[in-house]
């Protein structure tokens, strides 16, 4: 189960929000959803990235930095 933040970043027509999963190692695995569209049009993109870390945080940080970062290049 994902823990989404609620702090969704809207960047031009992308919906960029970070989230962290609870990995079985321990650690914390960094996850984003990048959506755009309404409606029947709408896609969601989740990527999780293969890093662990040691706190949800600086998972969180990392799926922002990411998330922005594609978001930015698209």
Request: with cysteine.
């Amino acid at each position: 189960m994902y823990k989404n933040n609620n702090k969704n970043l809207e960047v031009g027509r992308y919906v960029v929000s970070p989230m962290t999963q609870a990995g079985n190692d321990g650690g914390f695995h960094a996850v984003v959803s990048i959506r755009s569209g309404q409606g029947m049009a709408s896609v969601d993109r989740v990527m999780q990235f293969t890093p662990s870390f040691v706190s949800p945080k600086a998972a969180l940080r990392y799926a922002r930095a990411e998330g922005l970062a594609w978001a930015n290049c698209h």
